[in-house]
């Protein structure tokens, strides 16, 4: 299964440093504005909408917590959400006019333009709820937990159907990749697929129960999940590091030498004896990573503040970036629809950068920590959580 990775030469490496604090300070994106809020409002974590024209998210103001929907065109507040949750909680869209927000122990639905919730949901707090995601070609919600199988929600709200896995394993993240027909989870130290193929709508009725629980779902690789990109459906994860041991098979691990990234695709009939599509030796641990649109590069930010930029196909190291002195790089983003890199510092300063050769040819003022981008890139939103304006920027 796939091939062994190789590395490129030292001649397709570029190292590069950040320019000075004057340099392109005008790029391709003009300020439009801010999302609008009341005076003393604070703003939490922010999400897209599917089509990329509106932003959901937590305010908070007079010691409450709210939600609100902004539109992208011009920053108007929309709707207001009545009852939200603390402001990390995380708010996204469904299909049509409703949205939801969740934290640890529940979730909450509302039809905008906005008002009190349409559903609040309380979930059994010992199994603390991970990720929300909205599945649009079935209408349901998937919800994962510390504990338990994953469950399968109508577009109300109640549970139709449960996803059996490893329940006593917390599951972290999922993602619907190629086109909604394979479902991926990220649970502790191993990765889980499962095909999405045949299965009911809505989930209202029994059938829907017997569908999901008879749902073909397959185990391994059995490492840490790192990364996942929709488009394509390759994943990359975190082997276990014994150099003592790389290499050698040990039941399902093999592990190597320093700390690397493996790339996997198509992995329903996994063995531990396959190979990934490749294998990126990064040297330090990882605390980021990312996937280009549709798999073809891969971007990962180390603990000692490194960015390095990866070709999938052939395992070769495009870009590497060495912070500033004193500073040190806590992200790095592909810009949908460019050839672009958005790299924000340890000490928060943030830039636009070619792939090619790392020129800057933009920088961002504070506060940037928080950023979204439009599927086309032709919009980026920059905020803090509970600090400072949050930003519209278009190119």
């Known amino acids: 299964m796939g ?18 604090p004057g ?15 009341a005076p003393g409002e604070e703003i939490g974590a922010l999400s897209l909408s599917p089509g990329g024209d509106r932003v959901a998210g937590t305010v908070m103001g007079g010691g409450a917590f709210t939600g609100g929907v902004w539109r992208l065109a011009d920053g108007k507040r929309e709707a207001r959400l009545e009852g939200g949750f603390p402001l990390y909680a995380l708010f996204r869209f469904l299909e049509g006019s409703r949205v939801f ?13 906005g008002g009190p919730p349409v559903a609040d949901l309380r979930f059994d707090a010992d199994l603390r709820v991970n990720d929300v995601i909205h599945d649009p070609d079935r209408g349901t919600l998937l919800v994962a937990q510390d504990l338990g199988p994953l469950l399968v929600l109508d577009r ?13 394993r917390p599951h972290r993240q999922i993602w619907l990749v190629e086109g909604g027909t394979r479902l991926v989870v990220d649970s502790e130290a191993f990765t889980l697929t499962a095909r999405m193929e045949g299965l009911p709508q809505g989930c209202a009725d029994p059938a829907c129960e017997a569908a999901y629980a008879a749902l073909p779902g397959a185990y391994g690789p059995y490492e840490e999940l790192a990364a996942v990109d929709p488009q ?5 994860t975190l082997p276990p590091v014994d150099p003592a041991r790389a290499g050698q ?11 690397s990234l493996r790339i996997w695709l198509g992995v329903e009939d996994w063995a531990p004896a396959d190979l990934p599509l490749a294998e990126l030796p990064l040297g330090e641990a990882p605390v980021r990573v990312e996937f280009s649109a549709g798999g073809a590069l891969l971007l990962a930010v180390t603990t000692g503040g490194e960015v390095t930029l990866w070709d999938v196909a052939s395992g070769g190291q495009r870009l590497a970036m060495r ?4 500073d040190w790089y806590a992200e790095a983003r592909f810009i949908p ?23 800057v040819v933009q920088e961002f003022p504070e506060p940037n920590t928080e950023v979204l981008f439009t599927p086309d890139g032709r919009t980026i939103i920059t905020a803090q959580l509970g600090a400072g304006p949050a930003r519209l920027w278009q190119r």
């Not at 091939?3 to 000075?20: E, N």
């Not at 394509?232 to 990359?236: D, E, K, N, T, V």
């Not at 098979?249 to 700390?259: K, S």
């Not at 629809?337 to 928060?348: A, E, I, P, V």
């Open 249 to 259: 098979q040990d039941g399902v691990f093999r592990p190597v030498a320093m700390p």
């Open 156 to 168: 109300d709200g109640r549970v139709g159907g449960r996803i059996e896995t490893d329940a006593m």
């Open 3 to 20: 091939r062994a990775w190789r590395r490129a030469g030292i001649a397709g490496l570029a190292l590069l440093a950040l320019a000075g």
């Open 23 to 37: 340099a392109a300070q005008q790029g391709p994106w003009r300020l439009l504005g801010h999302l609008q809020l």
């Open 101 to 113: 927000s969740f934290d640890r122990e529940g979730l909450r639905l509302w039809d905008l333009p």
């Open 323 to 326: 912070h500033p002195p004193g």
């Open 337 to 359: 629809g460019s050839k672009l890199l958005f790299l924000r510092t340890g000490l928060g300063r943030a830039f636009a950068l070619q792939i090619g050769d790392g020129a």
């Open 232 to 236: 394509s459906g390759r994943f990359a």
